[in-house]
């Protein structure tokens, strides 16, 4: 449908095209915003219809209308106008326009598009008809003056009614009189026979073609085919005989001919025969003979279909035959001993001299053998039905001929869908462009190997290996095409994601550098608050020490996010305290966020436990919070309740099956602008984002998502525009209350017992901070921030020395070779190694594994338990 749009704002154009469209009218807008424009298009343009603005700068709606009407009076015209009142509305009416909509209630145009082009449609059937009806009184004094069958209307009694002027050229003035005998110029030897055919004709309403020869006044004769059909009066009642015969004296010659020359492919292979049009056998060739095992004699005169037992694709055949004047294909006939037969058929449709139809020329070559083969492709790729392979079998016209269960469950078409079309309309919507040199080098080479982007029956797109194979028969001749299919689609996603994970890794390795240097810093910090701590000397320092000691922590922590963010290294579970985690979160928002935002916590007692990373349930409250600050730009509220529920059968998109149970429910809420319907859906896709650019990288929620994920929970959301956001969190519990907090064990407990203990580390500040811890509890110590030097000072002290603690990463010797280097000397050694980096830890085969950066009580547990082991 095409339609001109007379309007000078585009984003009326734009609401008028998004209108149609959504609402299933294919269309094609136009555009004017002008008179000369609007002229242009009306003598250029074929619309179906015209959609006008009423005001317009420097023109008007009603000089349009008026325009339209002179240049397209037959294309419907509507108004949609927000400035168009009651009485130029129905001005505009009276003056030609199909309709007015205003502006202000949009919804009526799509009906009244509906309405304006059903009735225009309407209206040209109508005129249509008028002239058809013309045209046809037209055509019948035309047909009777200038057809070349001759056409007469005879009565029951056999008398002329009427005949057409066509008669003159066979009998020129002794044309059959009106009321004469119209059996008076059959050849007397036909005549009985054409009257049997005449009354079976009034008996019967209608009656089969009929061939005879007819007597001129010159004493010539000619071949004629007749076809007689009843007339009826008005009320239903036989009155007279529509007698219409044609001259086919000239295709009775022309097919003798056409036997003639046939005789000369008696010796070809294929099996030739000429029929009629109504499938009589005229002629049939020796290589026939040999094939059905009927003779010439036997065979003319005989139908086709009744002799071969065509099937009937035989009958189907002959109407594509009359509309094409070819048709080829494939029949299952039968021979004379009952053989069953598989030929490649082609018919020709013979004309004659003016035109008209009057034989068929069939060729038939027996492929029954090549069916045969393809046969047994389908039986042995039966076989391969469970195979996940798609398996399909084409013909040399890449007809789809057998199709397994894999390329079902690839593609999405059942079998009896798919056998029949063509492969490429399959598998790809249309033919690529590059199919005709695939299918050339198949043909030349006998097959083609490589990669095809296809797509399934939902328009899903596919990237698969490709190996099309041709198939031979036993003389070597090709009969059709293997396909083997693999999908090869999520390979191809996985080696895009592994090019972007080399890129992350990268930023990993960066990470890891900062995360060691970090906890190198972070370490002494730990260690020697606590130490200072301690000591009984400075207690005025005590409050200071624990806001450096809170910090370090913070900072340690903050390395591990690091970590898991760049190498999604898995964080250590514990039984997360809420309440603990709760207060933080929300002291954190309180001192960072804007004073109009105030912040609310309610935390039930007697929780149930719940196993997860402190860090990673911190990060996603805190990813929340900000993105509830960021809803509130001019204030509001957040709140946060934590409290036990137990769930029935509860279904949630991220299982299967419904979840039951005992759960923590954690649930955020604000008071700010809301999620609008549209875009909630899409809230946790990564780097799907309605922040500004800068503002934000999509990635919170995604986040939010995969360790709720992670930690076995899920999540819901309830949100509405300008009504504020509550996300729902459920953990899977334990089952087990929360108990009170244990003490954790005092480092007085872990004094040592005058041990030895040899300390490996390139940074000065931790080697001289665990020193001093260790030899404050009891312990002697031997320092050395050299590997090499380590292996001189465990050679000169191994009976003294009882446990060494190195570092992983150090320059020359690292931890790894030194570990190595000391087994060999006494293999019963016992060693703890250091690292900021958790993954450095399988590089090293030692007792315990100590992360940094580590506190004091940390140290001295890790010690204890090994040298009591």
């Known amino acids: ?143 009777m003056e200038n057809v070349e069958d001759l056409v007469s209307v005879v009565d029951l009694q056999g008398r002329v009614v009427l005949s057409s002027p066509s008669h003159r050229k066979l009998f020129g003035m002794a044309t059959p009189a009106i009321g004469s005998d119209f059996l008076a110029h059959v050849h007397p030897i036909d005549q009985d026979r054409i ?58 010659l022309a097919e003798q001919q056409i036997l003639e020359q046939a005789a000369l492919l008696d010796e070809a292979r294929d099996a030739i025969c000429v029929n009629d049009l109504d499938q009589r056998i005229l002629f049939w060739n020796k290589s026939a003979e040999r094939l059905y095992g009927w003779n010439a004699n036997e065979a003319l005169g005989r139908n086709a279909n009744q002799l071969l037992c065509q099937d009937r694709v035989a009958l189907m055949a002959l109407k594509t035959l009359i509309q094409k004047g070819e048709w080829h294909g494939e029949l299952h006939q039968s021979t004379r001993a009952g053989m069953h037969l598989v030929v490649a058929s082609r018919w020709t449709l013979i004309r004659d001299e003016i035109g008209a139809p009057k034989s068929i020329l069939v060729i038939n070559t027996d492929i029954t053998e090549s069916k045969k083969a393809e046969q047994k492709i389908e039986e042995q790729a039966a076989l391969l039905d469970k195979a996940r392979d798609a398996i399909l079998v084409c013909d040399l016209n890449q007809s789809i001929v057998y199709w397994n269960e894999g390329a079902s469950r690839l593609y999405g078409w059942a079998p009896e869908e ?14 690529p462009a590059d199919w005709t040199g695939i299918r050339r080098a198949v043909k030349e080479k006998g097959e083609w190997i490589g990669e095809l982007r296809q797509q399934t029956r939902q328009g899903r797109e596919l990237v698969v290996q490709c190996r099309q194979t041709l198939v031979l028969d036993a003389s070597g001749l090709p009969t059709s095409v293997l396909y083997i299919n693999s999908d090869i689609t999520e390979q191809k996603k996985m080696e895009a994601q592994f090019l972007r994970t080399q890129r992350m890794e990268s930023i990993g390795a960066l990470a890891g550098g900062i995360a060691h240097d970090l906890n190198n810093v972070l370490g002494p910090i730990m260690m020697a608050v606590e130490v200072i701590q301690n000591d009984p000397r400075n207690p005025g320092n005590k409050g200071l ?245 380590a292996v001189s000072l465990f050679a000169q002290h191994q009976t003294e020395i009882d446990l060494v603690i190195t570092d992983i990463l150090m320059p020359g010797m690292d931890g790894p070779a030194l570990i190595h280097a000391l087994r060999r000397m006494k293999p019963d050694v016992r060693l703890i190694a250091v690292s900021g980096v958790p993954s450095n830890a399988q590089r090293a085969e030692v007792q315990t594994f100590l992360k940094k950066p580590y506190n004091t009580a940390t140290l001295l547990k890790a010690v204890r338990t090994v040298l009591d082991s």
């Open 1 to 143: 449908m095409r339609i001109i749009h007379l309007e000078d704002n585009l984003l009326d154009r734009e609401l008028v095209a998004a209108m149609l469209e959504n609402n299933g009218i294919d269309c094609e807008m136009v555009y004017a915003q002008d008179r000369e424009t609007f002229q242009t298009l009306l003598e250029k343009e074929e619309a179906d219809l015209i959609i006008s603005d009423f005001s317009l700068p420097g023109y008007d709606g009603g000089r349009a209308l008026e325009l339209a009407r002179e240049m397209r009076e037959e294309v419907p015209f509507i108004f949609f106008s927000g400035t168009l009142g009651e009485e130029a509305a129905v001005e505009s009416l009276r003056n030609g326009a199909t309709d007015y909509i205003l502006k202000q209630r949009p919804e009526r145009l799509v009906a009244a598009v509906r309405r304006a082009l059903k009735d225009a449609a309407a209206r040209r059937a109508r005129e249509r008809m008028v002239e058809e009806l013309h045209e046809r009184d037209g055509l019948l004094r035309n047909i």
């Open 195 to 252: 009257k049997g055919v005449f009354e079976r004709t009034i008996e019967e309403g209608s009656g089969r073609a009929v061939e005879y020869r007819m007597l001129l006044p010159d004493g010539g004769v000619r071949f004629l085919e007749a076809r007689g059909k009843t007339m009826s009066d008005p009320g239903g009642g036989k009155q007279s005989v529509l007698w219409v015969a044609r001259d086919i004296t000239e295709r009775r």
């Open 418 to 431: 798919a056998v029949g079309r063509q492969v490429h309309e399959i598998l790809f919507g249309k033919e």
């Open 545 to 789: 020490l624990e806001l450096v000691g809170t910090s370090a922590k913070r900072g340690s922590e903050l390395v591990k996010q690091i970590l898991s963010f760049a190498r999604g290294i898995d964080g250590e579970k514990t039984i997360l305290k809420m309440p603990q985690l709760v207060s933080e979160v929300v002291k954190l928002a309180s001192d960072t966020f804007p004073r109009d935002i105030t912040v609310r916590s309610k935390v039930a007692e007697n929780l149930p436990q719940v196993e997860g990373d402190a860090t990673q349930m911190h990060q996603i409250l805190l990813n929340l919070f900000v993105n509830a600050r960021d809803a509130m730009t001019r204030g509001g509220s957040i709140s946060i309740d934590v409290g036990a529920v137990t769930l029935d059968r509860r279904l949630t998109k991220f299982y299967r099956d419904p979840v039951s149970g005992q759960f923590v429910e954690i649930k955020v809420s604000d008071t700010g602008s809301g999620i609008p319907a549209d875009v909630l859906p899409k809230i946790f896709e990564p780097f799907f984002t309605t922040k500004e650019a800068g503002k934000g990288t999509g990635l919170g929620l995604s986040t939010v998502l995969g360790i709720v994920k992670a930690h076995g929970g899920f999540l819901e959301v309830a949100s509405e525009a300008g009504k504020g956001t509550t996300f729902f969190i459920y953990l899977p519990a334990t089952g087990i209350k929360t108990p009170a907090d244990a003490q954790d064990e005092g480092p007085e407990s872990l004094h040592g017992h005058n041990e030895e203990i040899l300390i490996v580390d390139d940074e000065s500040a931790i080697l001289e901070i665990t020193r001093e811890t260790l030899a404050a509890y009891n312990y002697r110590v031997l320092a050395t921030n050299s590997g090499d030097e």
